[in-house]
């Protein structure tokens, strides 16, 4: 009865989560939470550092997760002490230059926009059940008028039970932002949700080739994005699983002149451990488009074959290829299909004090909001290093190219390749407060014309951020 009642629980505090991101402007619950039994301050351990830092990984247990599945791999997962919720204020401040949004001479210099909001971290975790969820809210002001003030969110949720021979996973990916995601906030504390620092609470992503892509620039405007995924794995036997998927994913403008889109997907795996450190799989993935308001839609066929090594608190390395098929429901330039190749590397490598990540993926994609549909090739890289005891460095670099998938004639067939390049330093500020600064270049290029300042084929904005937090003391559940 206690673990049906737990289960029922952890339904009902992530769909209450999707349900307060979705509603943006409901009112919000007057009821006070429960005092919490006690209070810890520190409580170290609690997100593992250790696979970010490269420091003693000795508290990371393996990661559990299917090599087919819709998460990003990882070093692997901390050991849990405590079920606690933490809350934090943060202030960022972000000035820009040349703002992609500006389509004239007004606001053509630099501009700044201030963000207030309250972080929330909560985690909650049993024998068999475990819901972790990380969220941030406010308020921005902006001195580009094209801009303006107005609100944005962001929220991280999943609820996992685990039942030794079967898993079972939700989770929901949530952003209201006044910008792409691709970038915002650079290295700074306002580019993620939640509580940052040794109470964040870690949750593996959803990988990119679930989640509608943002990565063109020149779609601009305040968006809202949702992906919304559920999971099932089962063991058929020591060394073998299958795993299905269902994602729904949405982009969403509230400026005319982007080009909205829904995802539908079905992604189905067979995981088979060769060793304790190495697996394969073979996949299968349909994903369906729509764009509300055109007629066009496309059905995208992926077959892959994937292998992954995984080395708890080193290494974390996946790779998938395959052939793509996609069916387009009104044919382009009299193209009704094509085929063509998909693939995926992702690697998580863990130095003495240091750390590297790297994604790439290339496929169907939704278009980047502005095209119904794209050839996309997507890299990101990350570098962290431990500077000193309280000083750490990061950078971080970004490139997508999307094209139309169908060559047309010349102008007629768009591509946007987008480009970042950032670094940052972070250092705690006492032990409930911490301080993080960064710059970051957006460069967006296409074979047609950018139009901001003036009209040309390259556009590049600067950006320099600064970011605020502090973050009360952790109230422990149990």
């Not at 972080?119 to 990380?134: M, P, R, W």
């Not at 609820?159 to 021979?165: M, N, P, S």
Request: positive net charge; charged residues 15%; glycine residues 10%.
């Amino acid at each position: 009865m206690r673990f049906r009642t737990k289960v029922f629980v952890g339904f009902a505090a992530l769909a209450l989560t999707g349900l307060n991101a979705a509603s943006l402007r409901a009112q919000q619950d007057d009821e006070k939470p429960k005092p919490a039994a006690r209070v810890v301050l520190p409580l170290p351990d609690l997100r593992g550092d250790q696979q970010d830092s490269g420091q003693d990984n000795q508290n990371l247990e393996p990661d559990p997760h299917p090599v087919g599945g819709v998460q990003t791999a990882t070093l692997g997962t901390p050991q849990l002490r405590h079920s606690y919720w933490a809350p934090a204020i943060q202030y960022g401040n972000t000035a820009q230059s040349n703002n992609f949004s500006n389509t004239g001479t007004q606001n053509a210099g630099w501009t700044t926009t201030n963000y207030a909001s309250g972080n929330l971290s909560l985690l909650e975790a049993g024998s068999h059940v475990k819901f972790g969820t990380n969220y941030t809210g406010g308020g921005f002001f902006s001195t580009d008028s094209n801009q303006g003030n107005g609100q944005f969110h962001q929220l991280a949720s999943a609820f996992e039970i685990d039942e030794k021979r079967w898993q079972l996973l939700f989770m929901e990916q949530f952003y209201y932002l006044p910008q792409s995601t691709f970038g915002f906030g650079g290295n700074t504390d306002l580019s993620v949700p939640g509580v940052s620092g040794p109470l964040s609470v870690t949750l593996p992503g959803i990988q990119e080739v679930f989640a509608p892509g943002q990565a063109v620039y020149t779609a601009t405007g305040p968006r809202y994005s949702s992906d919304s995924a559920a999971q099932l794995s089962y063991a058929v036997s020591r060394r073998g699983s299958f795993t299905v998927a269902a994602v729904y994913g949405l982009l969403r403008f509230s400026d005319p002149g982007n080009t909205d889109n829904d995802m539908e997907i079905l992604n189905a795996a067979y995981n088979y451990a060769i060793t304790r450190k190495d697996f394969v799989g073979a996949i299968y993935r349909f994903t369906a488009y729509h764009f509300p308001g055109n007629p066009e839609a496309l059905g995208d066929n992926v077959a892959q074959f994937m292998y992954g090594r995984r080395i708890t608190g080193k290494l974390a390395l996946t790779l998938a290829g395959g052939p793509d098929i996609t069916n387009f429901r009104i044919p382009v330039n009299g193209v009704q299909r094509t085929l063509s190749g998909s693939g995926l590397a992702s690697l998580v490598y863990s130095f003495r004090v240091s750390s590297a990540r790297l994604n790439y993926s290339h496929g169907v994609a939704s278009g980047g909001g502005l095209l119904s549909g794209s050839s996309s090739d997507q890299l990101t890289a990350s570098l962290s290093r431990t500077l000193s005891r309280v000083w750490n460095a990061s950078m971080n670099f970004g490139y997508a190219r999307n094209k139309q998938l169908v060559t047309l004639k010349a102008l007629s067939s768009p591509s946007y390749n987008s480009y970042l390049a950032g670094g940052g330093l972070t250092r705690p500020l006492g032990e409930a407060m911490s301080i993080s600064i960064g710059y970051q270049a957006q460069i967006q290029a296409s074979n047609g014309i950018v139009c901001t300042s003036a009209c040309k084929t390259i556009e590049t904005t600067h950006q320099i951020h600064l970011s605020f937090q502090w973050h009360g003391p952790a109230q422990v559940l149990r």
